[in-house]
Nanobody, 125 residues
Framework: QVQLVESGGGLVQPGGSLRLSCVASGSIFSISDAGWYRQAPGKQRGLVAVITDGGSTNYDDSVKGRFTISRNNARNTMYLQMNSLKPEDTAVYYC???????????????????WGQGTQVTVSS
């Protein structure tokens, strides 16, 4: 059973920084795309940033130039460095891995979605 565990959230003042981490535990054969999503109260969950297994990245316009997504494939770990944080960045942040539980799933093109439990980020003075 694959589990994603996030850490690094918390309370920070506007202009501050936080670094989120997400690590996959359990048996996972391979990870393709990985991303961070966020959900603010009363809003739908939306994509913040995504990184492919080759390292290509894409960001929501609201975080470009402030957030940086990265990953360590050997450790099944992903990060989100968040700088110049604003009150509107306040949300629960979720990590997502797309991948395969086993080699048979990989060759059978049976890709799964794995989600973390979420970590709260609050930006407030």
């Amino acid at each position: 059973q694959v589990q994603l565990v996030e850490s690094g959230g918390g309370l920070v003042q506007p202009g501050g920084s936080l670094r989120l981490s997400c690590v996959a535990s359990g048996s996972i054969f391979s990870i393709s795309d990985a991303g961070w999503y966020r959900q603010a109260p009363g809003k739908q969950r939306g994509l913040v940033a995504v990184i492919t297994d080759g390292g290509s990245t894409n960001y929501d316009d609201s975080v470009k130039g402030r957030f940086t997504i990265s990953r360590n494939n050997a450790r099944n770990t992903m990060y989100l460095q968040m700088n110049s944080l604003k009150p509107e960045d306040t949300a629960v942040y979720y990590c997502n891995f797309k991948g395969w539980n086993s080699e048979s799933d990989y060759w059978g093109h049976i890709e799964s979605d794995f989600w973390g439990q979420g970590t709260q980020v609050t930006v407030s003075s």
